[in-house]
């Protein structure tokens, strides 16, 4: 069965005179096993039998379960990984149509993620990923990976060891303004990407990744004029004279200057770390072509994700943050309702002109296609026909500009229980009442007399978790409690972990054999109906003649944030992101035909005509904490 699959890695050899990175714990990553995925809504039509997918969850399992169908498939791999930057990232919080408000009714920032690291955890944990992405990467694929002066350092010689040291391809150098600089140093104003590739073949798309010449370049470079009279370049170079225009464009060197998305942007969503457009632009453009794969795993605003569907890119996201995921589908609804008015799948009956200007019968699998008429081009069929295009002197344009604007949103895991591990963290604590311990490197704090460890509560914890608690435990301590009293634990703990592999505890107690230890296991899933972890949000929809209206909507969690009671809120629309409504609900997967999104500054209109043969209405309302009410009517 697909869930008992198992993935195998290749292990690198140790290169001859290469340093590796060591760090207490690190632990090799040999296998990974395969989780499955739940598709929940599904967003426009597919283009040549590709539809893009996004995935909440952690990333290391959606990786797992990619590898079943894209092992060595992706074309190019973007990430944006935490920097360790020993901060929390938040989010404002505002009412609808309040604006800017200062009041605490009325705004407050909310934890989207943190980054704040051990030194042995952010490696390992970067370690595991950086080998799955490996196996993911297309053998002509390249994978970038953006980081700051925190961790670059580092990352590099992981880098080196994981993809190895000959496909080290290179390190750009984002140059930005932002506010902000210090008194007692030169301002840090500059991020590091890694390029590599998994073998020699990678692929760089010369043409694409090239940009114009500066007019100052123009004027001191270009002082030829051709026998036509344009103005060129000659240059004697590899032993014959080559003419070069001003509008042929340049590869620009690795130092790259681009601004910020600074909150005056167009482009801004107000999400934390948001990367400029342009910056993706380029990457993308570098390392692929129209319809490539590319994959983004630190997803955030969605920023790889909507830049991909713009150049007619494919793509796969993910993130665990369940902000990153309603503030990326908004994202990719809104582009794809830009690019549909142009957007025409490209069918046989479509090129069929273009081939009549060839003498010859036209290809064999253009020849089979000929007998639908109108049937649409595989991606398989359709980069063979750009080749016979190309190979006849014909136009490839229309071939060429498709747009995959079609995505699935999934859940890998059955992962749909808190918003972030932020988030996770915090409620657990509050909710099962533990005292914690903020400084502590080793336990999240305590609970009856018991140390308390919240193991990683979006995926199941397994006895590799366990290694790092057991490294950092206190042993000299131990044995100072052993002497004195024999008899007695050394320590009670408590584990908290949402689901766990077979005898987690027989498997710490076999490594602690040398001390008495009182361990037990909190099993979230399997205790959580006990447990008091969000508030429901309540909703009352009615049909009222041809009409589907929200009369009102409570997100309680929200509203207990924002200190308000229902009487107080002016418009329930006040505390809504978006509305989406499948009017055919078939009870497994959400294809909405209504998406309300609305600006900044609007509402959700409330109120939907409700269209002939309409079955199981299916609507979903989203908070401004990304927190949705599913609700059916019949």
Known sequence: MDEQLTFEFEQRPTIKGFPELRWTGKRPYRSSQYYPAQ???????????????????????????????????????????????????????????????????????????GDIWTNDEYLQFMFERLIIMRDLLSDKGTIYLHCDWHRSHQLKLIMDEVFGVNHFRNEIIWSYSTLGRPNDRFAQKHDTIFAYGKTEQTFFNVEEAKVPYTEEYIRSHF???????????????????????????MIPNDVWDIPYENSMSKNRLDYPTQKPEALLERLIKSATVKGDLVFDCFMGSGTT???????????????????????TTKRLLSIAAELKPAHKPVTYEMIQPQLSMVAEEPAP????????????????????????????????????????????????????????????RDLLIAALEIQPFPQSDVWDG?????????????????????????????????????????????????????????????????????????????????????????????????????????????????????????????????????????????????????????????????????????????????????????????
């Open 39 to 113: 598709l929940r809504e599904s967003y426009g039509d597919a283009q040549d039998g590709w539809i893009n997918k996004i995935f909440w969850g952690d990333n290391l399992q959606v990786m797992s379960h990619l590898l079943k169908e894209f092992r060595g498939k992706i074309d190019l791999i973007y990430i944006d990984p935490p920097f360790d930057s020993k901060a929390d990232y938040k989010k404002k919080i505002d009412v609808r149509g309040v604006g800017k408000a200062t009041s605490d009714a009325t705004s407050f920032e909310e934890k989207q993620y």
């Open 223 to 249: 002082r030829d004029v051709d026998d036509e009279g344009r103005q060129c370049r000659k240059r004697f170079d590899a032993g014959k004279w080559r003419t070069y225009y001003p509008d042929s464009g």
């Open 305 to 327: 994700q909507a830049v991909a569907m713009k150049l007619g890119r494919r793509f796969i996201g993910a993130d665990i943050n369940l902000g990153a995921i309603q503030t």
């Open 365 to 424: 699998y253009l020849a089979a296609a000929s007998a639908g008429g109108n049937i649409e081009l595989s991606a398989e069929d359709r980069s063979k026909v750009i080749d016979f295009f190309k190979a006849k002197g014909l136009d490839t344009a229309a071939l060429e500009d498709v747009k995959y604007t079609g995505f699935e949103v999934y859940n890998v895991n059955n992962y749909d229980f808190f918003r972030n591990p932020v988030e996770a």
């Open 446 to 634: 305590e609970l009856d007399g018991r140390m308390v460890k919240i193991m990683p509560v979006n995926r199941i914890a397994t006895k590799a978790d366990l290694k790092e608690l057991l490294a950092n435990l206190p042993y000299k301590t131990y044995e100072k409690r052993k002497e004195e009293n024999p008899n007695q634990p050394v320590e009670r703990i408590t584990i908290v972990c949402m689901g766990h592999e077979p005898d987690l505890k027989g498997a710490m107690e076999q490594e602690l054999t040398d001390y008495k230890v009182d361990i037990q296991i909190m099993d979230i899933l399997r205790d959580k109906a006990d447990l008091q972890l969000k508030r429901d949000s309540e909703a009352e929809i009615v049909r009222e003649g041809g009409k589907l209206v929200i009369r009102a909507f409570y997100p309680m969690n929200l509203m207990q944030k924002l200190s308000l009671q229902k009487e107080y809120v002016e418009d329930w629309r006040q505390l809504v992101d978006s509305v989406m409504i499948d009017w055919n609900y078939d009870g497994v997967v959400m294809q909405p035909a209504v998406t309300d999104v609305p600006g900044k500054s609007e509402l959700v209109k409330g109120i939907y005509d409700i269209p002939e043969g309409s079955g199981t209405i299916k609507v979903k309302i989203t908070d401004l904490l990304s927190e949705s009410l599913e609700v059916e009517v019949r």
